[in-house]
């Protein structure tokens, strides 16, 4: 089945943007949904109200045959409208963006340096900041109300190349560099940082935190999968079975899975807590043979997302389409066409899945699908229970199969 566009937010184009600088590496909604941001390209951020893109995508929906310039014209006011605004354009003084997250706080979470007294900023729950990564090894905290620049970061010495937020609402910041290295800041703290995190070998491409923030996922050049164990600050595992670069890793609502995308063709979804692969989807048919393993330069997977119902994973890949799959099933369930892409995020709900090409931005109406009784129970036990706890319930080995992910 082929997905349907709900709607589309344009960047102004001219014969000459069509170069380095002007991909857009990064599409981010914010926690609860307020906002949506993405790189226009050329080194700007914009920011628009999420709520104000539904309504508009909403409106142009039953009009089928007047979807394609109604909708252009549309999305086009609407970036006209928001860069009049000067807190929705933030300027990165000749830096390209190539990565951004928002953050929001929960003020129960306090700073984990307990020995400071005084911190020049009091982060509230009304609070919303962003975090931009910079190709010159700089990240930028703003905050999106106002557009202050709070924080200027400067401690890696390459590309930063993904950001990512603790869930928990701590203001934990993790960014990957193309140094080797992840960094973990504390905003909380007025940014400080608070640990290196070495193991990989080359590049560091992606990471992402466990909805629980205990663990984070790092993904990097030479097949690089590692766990770390965001307490102690420790590595607990190296996942292997990737045979190319992998770009890009998220976990599922539940924290049960892990999924990855590679340039070797395939996403591959892990019980992280086993380093088991529980599935395999592949983006070349047939599948490379052991000798090519490494896949098709025209199949490289780019970027993943797990939907918030846990059933559904969408990833993009080189051969220009957009696939959403089920986790329960060999093959896409639906599919899009899209020419350059780069990333893609499911919106907060689920409803809405966004990719970024060449400094604009695609939307999808995603899947839509009841999850049945069983399937919200064992999200609701895989929350609080990992899979070593799950195999020593005394209940049939099904069950024990089907809250593991193996049925």
Known sequence: ARSRTVGELLAPTSPFDKKCGHENWTVAFAPDGSYFAWSQGHRIVKLVPWSQCLNNFYLVLPFRNLLNSTRLSLSFLIECK???????????????LMNLAFGSSVPEKQSRCVNIEWHRFKFGQDQLLLATGLNNGRIKIWDVYTGKLLLNLMDHTEVVRDLTFAPDGSLILVSASRDK??????????????????????????????????ILCSVGAS??????????????????????????????????LLATASYDTRVYVWDPHTGVILKEF???FPPPTPIFAGG???????????????????????DKMVRFWRIDEEYPVQVAPLNNGLCCTFST?????????????YFWATPRQVSSLQHLCRMAIRRVM??????NLPIPSKVVEFLCYQI
């Open 82 to 96: 928001l860069s009049s605004q000067r807190h929705n354009l933030f300027s990165l003084a000749g830096c390209i």
């Open 223 to 256: 097949k690089a999968v590692f766990l770390w164990d965001m307490d102690k600050y420790s590595m607990i595992r190296k996942l292997e079975g990737h045979h190319n670069d992998v770009v890009a890793c998220e976990f599922s609502p539940d924290g049960a």
């Open 349 to 361: 709900d689920g409803s809405v899945l966004a990719a970024g090409q060449d400094g604009s931005v």
């Open 296 to 318: 098709a330069n025209d199949r490289w997977v780019r970027s993943v997302s797990f939907s918030h119902d846990g059933l559904h994973i969408a990833s993009l890949a080189d």
């Open 282 to 284: 592949g983006h070349l």
């Open 181 to 214: 290295t992840l960094r973990v800041w504390d905003l909380k703290d007025d940014g400080n940082m608070m640990k290196v995190l070495r193991g990989h070998q080359n590049w560091v491409y992606g990471c992402a935190f466990s909805p629980d923030s205990s």
């Open 386 to 391: 990992p899979t070593t706890q799950v195999k």
